[in-house]
């Protein structure tokens, strides 16, 4: 066989005190798929960061076809053929799709003409190429994630990029839409690309991947063929021992109703007529496509988008809810979907984080008691394994997962009567998301109401009493926990029978 | 790297200043003199504890030099009707604090970016105010000056009054839940609003405190002078940013502390006094707090890039 397409040997990597990669072997080779896998903080980022210059390695060597290359920075990456596709996009927002494309793939001379025709069939060729419904003249800001993904691979390809490096690209997709990604990723791969990819959904990495190298703490603790090994064995290389992949039994029988909500509605966010109950110890799901208004709801019940039609009931007391200060004074937590953004201060401590939403509650006078704070945050920390330098370590220092981590204790520490989870476990390890899981029942079993989003249907299923299914912006159909996939699925495409009717 | 290494690294700057003028220029440490320096720069210390409040918050107050003007001229006046300085005190701070309020409720409620709406401001007063009083000097009365004390019992007492109000400040930011508010909504206003805090409010906030302290700082300026100078407080922004940045607060909000905005306003306010014992030519001032400003600005760049976006 030739030399590899890339070629990692004995990478280290430190941040001050922490140890992110110590001394890591890698090898892609040209028209494979290569799966990253490991736990929160296992260093899977910090791997691709290095190998599109963002970061140095601290020792080393890294080999393309063979050739060692010296330091690697954006722009030398960029030459060699090596993209990345982030989880976030990194679009120009108010631009078009074209002059996206356009910017990244003209050469810099500002006394240049702009030839727009030719930019515009360029664009209009790549977006074609991956079979993409997009506008070259679109402004970016105007598409959905997954278009902006698109618009990422477009122009990944039209660099002619040999390397594609995807972290957690499906994190915020829903079925429909990864299925079209992956069709994607395989045209790329029987072209020749190799793509390195991160994913914590091992479904994914099975479909997917041809191999699979898993991290841990640091280190690679083996590569194998997807086709050579199972899902328990990955488990067991992840986190060094068994672990079940069950979800705990739903609680005691569920008690009086926390939160209702009668005809709410928001004509901006498209939302219309949503009537739902939750009761105290009860897990409500909301399943449905991207686009169906989940996000929409809960940004309307944690007083986001103040409803504009309709009402809000806790304990049967109308509650007007029109910022989030007077959700969260009313008892209601809303774990946003997008950690990235907004989720955590990423300036601020992790124990400063953790403690934001109870400021009038553990600091009473407004006096701040960092015993206290630090005492609570080393809790959530130990109770979520949340692997940080410890309470004092900053946000950005997170790994992606421990971040989401952070953002989940904020609320947890609350004690609300009603938490909102939008794609709580996103970007979360096997071990971490049992973890969440065990957590959220227990919270439930001492009286809390949950209303869960997930595009994650298995995790909807296993987790919620009772999965209220949206589609179009409102809320078509409850059905009740544990059914079969297919029937979620049925009702958030609009195909069957409508079950129940709003509860 | 440390936390705090900004701030360790100016009052190390500092330090440095100074031992080095104790053998290049005994001269510079004569009492006298350099409590007059420092009395001279307590009204700024107080405006610039405000700025770096502003800061903090991810804000910008350019208009504190004609806020400082409007508020001087108006106490000073009330000062020659015969006000005692115990009703000045407050007048001053109110006045102040309804100007902070204008540009509070302009960039909180109107959510205008802060730098146009403080520029606005700033030229409003000012011309407003010579429009009034048509560049008049206010007169002030005698036993006014210094309270009426010795001016060194004076000059002791406006230096006090200045540490005081950095000290309560300070300790403020640090130990109440309202000055973390200031850092998280400076940091990231979307995710403090998601946390339940205010972020307007407490940009609102600022704005009145930064207003309220320029008050209170025109009064230390009238109680050292026998007049007050319609055009006092040019520049009075520039100066004041200028410690903030040197003192480690980042200008894109969310870090930073008052000691080192301490510490960066008499490294920035030695300099004159320094190159007049050094026998250095007065027009390289400038240039030498432009350098310093620059290695804070350089400081900053690399601290950033070490640590990542
Ligand atoms: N800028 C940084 N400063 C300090 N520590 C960092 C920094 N970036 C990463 N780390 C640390 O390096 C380790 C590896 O982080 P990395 O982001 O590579 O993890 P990951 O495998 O991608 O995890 P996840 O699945 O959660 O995204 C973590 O312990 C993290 O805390
Ligand atoms: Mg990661």
Known sequence: ?503 | MSRHFREISVVAALALVLIGLAFAAPGFFQPQPLLSLVTREAPTLVVASGMALVIICRQIDISVGSQFAVCGVLTGLLASLGWPVATLVPAAIAAGAVLGAVNGTLVAGLQLPSIVVTLATMVTWREALRWWRQGEFVDLPVKLQWLGLSQRTGQWLLVATALMVLVVLALGLRHLAAGRHCYAVGADAEAARLAGLRPRRVTFLAFVLVGALTGLATILNVLQSPQVDPKSGTGLELKTIAAVVVGGVSIAGGRGSLWGVFAGLLLLACVSPALTHLRVEAYWEKAIQGLIILLAVLADGVRMRKTGP
């Open chain 1, 1 to 503: 066989m030739s030399a590899p397409l890339l070629q990692l040997r004995q990478l280290t990597k430190s941040f001050g005190g922490a140890r992110a990669l110590r001394g890591v072997d890698f090898e892609l080779h040209a028209g494979e798929v290569h799966a990253l896998l490991g736990e929160n903080g296992a260093g899977k980022s910090t791997l691709i960061k290095i190998v599109t210059g963002a970061h140095q390695p601290d020792s080393g060597s890294i080999a393309l076809d063979g050739h060692r290359v010296g330091t690697l920075d954006p722009a030398t990456a960029h030459a060699l053929g090596i993209a990345c596709i982030y989880q976030q996009p990194a679009l120009f927002p108010a631009l078009s799709v074209m002059e996206n494309i356009a910017l990244r793939l003209e050469p810099v001379s500002p006394g240049r003409r702009v030839d727009w025709r030719q930019r515009r069939d360029r664009a209009a060729a790549l977006l074609q190429r991956l079979g993409a419904n997009i506008q070259p003249d679109a402004t970016v800001s105007t598409l959905s994630m997954p278009a902006q993904q698109l618009v990422e691979i477009a122009c990944a390809l039209g660099a002619g990029a040999r390397i594609l490096l995807m972290d957690e690209p499906t994190a915020s997709l829903t079925q429909s839409e990864q299925l079209r990604l992956f069709a994607v990723i395989r045209e790329l791969r029987r072209n020749g690309v190799g793509i390195i990819y991160i994913s914590h959904r091992l479904e994914e990495i099975f479909s997917l991947a041809d191999r699979v190298t898993v991290l841990r703490d640091g280190q690679s603790v083996g590569t194998h063929a997807t086709s050579a090994i199972d899902e328990p064995a990955l488990i067991r290389l992840m986190v060094g021992r068994e672990l079940t992949q069950i979800y705990p039994p739903a609680g005691s029988v569920p008690g009086r109703v926390i939160l209702a909500a009668r005809e709410l509605g928001h004509a901006a966010s498209g939302v219309h007529h949503v009537s739902f109950e939750v009761r105290a110890g009860e897990v409500l799901g909301l399943a449905g496509m991207v686009g169906a208004g989940r996000t929409e709801l809960a940004r309307i019940l944690f007083g986001l988008t103040p409803a504009d039609a309709g009402e809000i009931l806790l304990e049967g007391k109308r509650a007007a809810i029109r910022s989030p200060r007077e959700a969260v004074a009313e008892g209601i937590g809303y774990v946003p979907e997008d950690r990235r953004r907004h989720g955590v201060i990423l300036e601020m401590p992790v124990a400063e984080n953790m403690t934001m939403a109870i400021h009038p509650r553990i600091f009473p006078g407004g006096w701040l008691r960092f015993g206290r704070e630090r005492a609570l945050a080393l809790d959530y920390i130990r109770a979520l394994d949340v692997k940080c330098a410890g309470p004092e370590a900053v946000g950005s220092s997170l790994s992606g997962g421990n971040q989401q981590k952070v953002s989940l204790a904020r609320w947890l520490v609350t004690k609300p009567r009603v938490l909102i989870l939008d794609e709580p476990t996103q970007g979360v390890d096997v071990a971490a998301k049992g973890e969440i899981h065990r957590l959220v029942r227990r919270l439930t079993q001492e009286g809390m109401a949950v209303v869960l989003i997930s595009s994650d249907l298995t995790e909807v299923i296993g987790m919620c009493d009772r999965i209220g299914v949206m589609r179009g912006g409102t809320l078509v159909s409850i059905l009740p926990g544990r059914t079969d996939a297919h029937a979620v699925m049925a009702a958030a495409l609009g195909q069957g029978p409508m079950a129940g009717g709003s509860a």
